[in-house]
């Protein structure tokens, strides 16, 4: 079984390298695809110093949907059987790897999330970053029926099929909501388990208070539109 770690990086020179460090670290069998989206700083070359990883620079910075669409074509180019998603600043714990994918090599899932959500106690964040992620969670409820506790996550793992689907189909802007709604629109299991994660090592989140709000109204209309169009 073929996979990889696609990571997708803007401007993450303080952080990439270890993040790199620790996904060889945890999951040895793995090939580790940093898409370096237009990067301004010294990620591309960092990346790039780390044996075995293989480095592909977007000429302009297309944001985290293209990012990591281009993590999905380049896999299945390459014909990569289970894909994992982790962030270069340091928030997601390659070590917690094991967790996502656990249920897709038991066939019970063909995405799984990693939620900061599950268990008490855990990942706290921003006031309305918390409020937006419960719209979607009673947004996931009323419209699939599902229990999503977490749908901004971007730590997830990926079985063959949906790199496939999402390879052709993945929302370009805030993607991570859309993309589970995608994926249960053509029938695929989404499954959450409880990780945790820490809160970026270096740098500013590029989403405010202001991104936040447009995040919250721009994702929960396209789930609406997707949701319109499914019953006609």
């Known amino acids: 079984m073929k996979k990889i770690a696609i990571v997708p990086a803007y401007n993450e020179e303080k952080t990439v390298g270890a993040v790199l ?3 060889k670290e945890f999951c040895r069998d793995f090939d580790i695809l940093v898409v370096n989206d ?37 896999a299945r180019k390459h014909g990569y059987d289970l894909a994992v998603q982790v962030d270069a600043d340091g928030q997601h714990k390659p070590a917690e790897v094991r967790l996502l994918l656990d249920p897709v090599l038991k066939n019970e899932a063909d995405m799984v999330v990693g939620s900061r959500f599950m268990e008490k106690g855990g990942y706290r964040g921003r ?20 229990r ?4 901004t996550s971007g730590f997830r793992a990926y079985n063959g099929k949906a790199i496939a689907l999402l390879s052709e189909a ?7 909501p859309e993309a589970i709604y995608i994926l249960k629109r053509r029938g695929m299991r989404v ?4 990780v945790q994660m820490e809160s970026r090592r270096a740098g500013r989140s590029s989403i405010g208070f202001f991104g936040s709000v447009y995040y919250m109204v721009k994702v929960f209309l396209a789930i609406f539109v997707l949701f319109l169009r499914r019953q006609n």
């Open 191 to 194: 499954l959450e388990v409880p």
């Open 38 to 74: 237009g990067s301004t700083d010294r990620t591309a070359e960092i990346a790039g110093t780390v044996p075995g990883t293989r480095v592909v620079t977007l000429p302009i910075n297309l944001g985290i949907g293209g990012a990591v669409q281009t993590g999905f074509l380049f």
């Open 170 to 176: 993945y929302p370009d802007d805030y993607p991570e």
């Open 21 to 23: 460090a620790e996904i």
């Open 127 to 146: 006031p309305w970053r918390r409020l937006g992620i419960r719209i979607f969670y009673l947004t996931n409820r009323l419209l699939l029926g599902e």
């Open 148 to 151: 999503i506790t977490d749908s």
